[in-house]
């Protein structure tokens, strides 16, 4: 039998298989260098950019870890679009597989502001980060309301040609409204999830232990709550749907993609194991072999219901 | 110290393990097989480690779900690597259970260490509780050099260190006898002592004195060309320590803070830094751990 076949199409974008690292946790993919074959990888998504830099949260502390998992409020901080385009991306590119930049923004103006230089560059796709928790405007603010997600995408679908990832946050009543609007506008696929909010208290000092008081929570403990989210938001919208949230290894990245995902993105944990891209590639690729499938494509959204 | 790091040597190893030894005061000696992280390394930098079994690397743990730093303690003939820790949390527990012969995954080494300048003759190290688990290695390497290690150590009491505390009989407690310097009655640390540095060992407890106090009553004595100070533990002690020494001698700080990723991407160890006329963010885990302690911002950093 042929080696089975990996590559899934986001927007229009191919990628080699659906195994992607996941905004933040990479950076911006020159400090894991060397660490693993990240050019093996579907796609590497880059931290967060905003037109200026900025500096983020107060520190002490900005990462608290939790049972399964850990709570971030970074906030943020990143060297600006200027600074990416030139110091940074060459680095990423360099991996030689696709690299997707994510922009984030306080208004739609400063997200297609970003779109329109990155369109000038050899970036894959564009993430559109509304779901950032840990900023105090733009951010979530975006991505907690149908019209406001809508209106963000519109204004990067007018500035970019490139496909345009909608990331989405759990933080809502109602995902699929969010998702549905997002297509709506013209985004070209969904990511989801970003972290859950969240909040660490220290009993000893009864103080939140982060500096912003409240941060997002991600890896494994979010797994199965994003698990459904992801099941919810494949079947609201046509457009594909990146999983994410907790995967660890091949059977989790399974898990989001039977329940509607095209693509996987992996982000906590690669604190644990700079190597866990390709340990869950390695475990898909021997999935589909042991199942006797053809290809990846034949098992999103393929969970039978009980 | 913050700099270029091009062509920087990181690997990750899934060291063998040749010691896991417990040791009094509640402190566990780890010692692993790893040549290239042994001959790469710099006093001052560290590993970053996953406390469980590497074979279960697969499946989350639902503790201890993040690496862990630690200080490279000593390196043995660049083959093996030392760290030194205290038992408090989840992860210093997993891993004080670790045994010889299993192998531990580590990423090293990582982060910019103590810089040690052509005209440096003196090195005051200024060591406090736990941060003295990465001083034998940088007291070998000045030693090695042929630079006189001055170590001024101090601790709540002597089980917060991972080192023997000697006291001859006839210790004289309090500031005298420990101001008599290098005379009987002054309390060492035989271990440190063995690899070169002259030793002096304060606990609040028993002689009533903060390392600082030591250093300021030694500082005129330790001044001079070629002297610098390098100071490794709480973050009171070396706020104190940059104020004494202001103006008089330049002094090198080893900073801890909360870490994820250990490789500067994540962003969660930063602290504030001068730089020419603004205030940046740095990471401890890459542009640090080792600062000069002039350009720390410390009335911004929490105690």
């Given at each position: 039998m042929s080696a089975p076949d990996l590559r899934v199409n986001i927007g229009g974008l191919t990628l080699r298989n659906p195994v992607m690292l996941a905004s933040g946790a990479f950076g911006y993919g020159d400090e894991f260098a060397g660490l693993a074959d990240y050019g093996e990888l579907g796609a590497l998504v880059l931290k967060t950019i905003t037109l200026e830099p900025r500096a983020g949260?107060?520190?002490?502390?900005?990462?608290?870890?939790?049972?399964?998992?850990?709570?971030?409020?970074?906030?943020?901080?990143?060297?600006?679009?200027?600074?990416?385009?030139?110091?940074?991306?060459p680095m990423a590119l360099s991996y030689g597989t696709a690299v997707i930049a994510s922009i984030a923004g306080d208004t739609p103006e400063e997200f297609a502001a970003c779109a329109r230089r990155l369109d000038r560059c050899e970036v894959a796709a564009v993430e559109i980060n509304i779901s950032c928790p840990n900023v105090q405007q733009g951010g979530m603010a975006f991505g907690v309301d149908a019209e406001a997600s809508a209106e963000v995408v519109r204004a990067v679908r007018s500035a970019t040609r490139r496909p345009i990832i909608a990331k989405l946050t759990p933080n809502v009543t109602d995902i699929c409204s969010i998702a549905k609007a997002c297509e709506a506008a013209g985004a070209d696929a969904v990511a989801l999830t970003n972290t859950f909010s969240a909040m660490v208290i220290n009993v000893e000092t009864r103080q939140p232990v982060l500096a912003a008081n409240t941060g997002g929570l991600s890896g494994p403990a979010i797994r199965p709550a994003a698990v459904l989210r992801v099941f919810q938001a494949a079947r609201a919208v046509s457009v594909p749907v990146v999983g994410m949230g907790g995967v660890w290894n091949a059977s989790d990245a399974l898990e989001f993609i039977l329940a509607g995902a095209t693509a996987v993105a992996i982000g906590t944990a690669l604190y644990a194991d700079p190597a866990v891209g390709n340990r869950v590639l390695a475990g898909i690729r021997d999935y589909l072999v042991r199942h006797r499938l053809a290809g990846i494509r034949e098992l999103i959204g393929a969970v039978e219901l009980r | 110290m913050a700099g270029p790091d091009r062509g920087r040597a990181v690997y990750r190893l899934q060291a063998p393990i040749l010691e896991s030894a417990r040791l009094p005061g509640g402190h566990h000696r780890l010692v692993v097989r790893a040549p290239v992280i042994g001959a790469a390394a710099?006093?001052?930098?560290?590993?970053?480690?996953?406390?469980?079994?590497?074979?279960?690397?697969?499946?989350?743990?639902?503790?201890?779900?993040?690496?862990?730093?630690?200080?490279?303690?000593?390196?043995?003939?660049?083959?093996?690597?030392?760290?030194l820790l205290r038992v408090r949390g989840v992860g210093g527990r997993?891993?004080?259970?670790?045994?010889?012969?299993?192998?531990?995954?580590?990423?090293?080494?990582?982060?910019?260490g103590f810089h040690i300048s052509e005209g440096l003759r003196v090195a005051v190290i200024v060591a406090g509780g736990s941060g003295l688990a990465p001083v034998p290695f940088l007291v070998e390497t000045l030693v090695a050099r042929g630079i006189r290690a001055v170590l001024l150590a101090g601790a709540a009491d002597d089980e917060k260190i991972p080192f023997a505390v000697d006291r001859p009989s006839g210790t004289l407690t309090g500031p005298l006898g420990v101001q008599k310097g290098g005379q009987p009655g002054r309390a060492t640390l035989l271990a440190l002592e063995a690899l070169g540095a002259e030793v002096t060992f304060v606990s609040e407890a028993v002689e009533g004195l903060l390392v600082s106090e030591v250093l300021e009553s030694h500082l005129g004595e330790l001044s001079g060309d070629g002297a610098e100070v390098m100071a490794i533990g709480p973050r009171a002690m070396l706020k104190r320590i940059v104020?004494?020494?202001?103006?008089?001698?330049?002094?090198?700080?080893?900073?801890?803070?909360?870490?994820?990723?250990?490789?500067?991407?994540?962003?969660?160890?930063?602290?504030?830094?001068?730089h020419q006329e603004d205030l940046v963010y740095r990471t401890v885990c890459r542009d640090g751990p080792v600062f000069r302690g002039s350009e720390i911002a410390w009335e911004l950093l929490e105690p």
């Open positions: 949260n107060p520190p002490a502390s900005r990462t608290a870890e939790t049972p399964a998992g850990m709570v971030n409020s970074i906030g943020l901080e990143n060297v600006g679009l200027e600074a990416f385009v030139r110091e940074k991306l | 710099r006093p001052g930098q560290f590993l970053h480690v996953w406390c469980h079994d590497p074979a279960t690397i697969a499946y989350p743990p639902s503790a201890a779900v993040l690496r862990r730093p630690y200080g490279i303690s000593r390196v043995w003939s660049q083959e093996a690597v030392e760290i997993v891993l004080a259970g670790r045994r010889a012969g299993e192998c531990l995954d580590i990423i090293g080494p990582l982060g910019h104020a004494l020494t202001d103006g008089c001698l330049p002094v090198q700080v080893s900073l801890e803070e909360r870490m994820a990723c250990g490789l500067g991407a994540c962003r969660s160890c930063v602290v504030p830094v001068r």
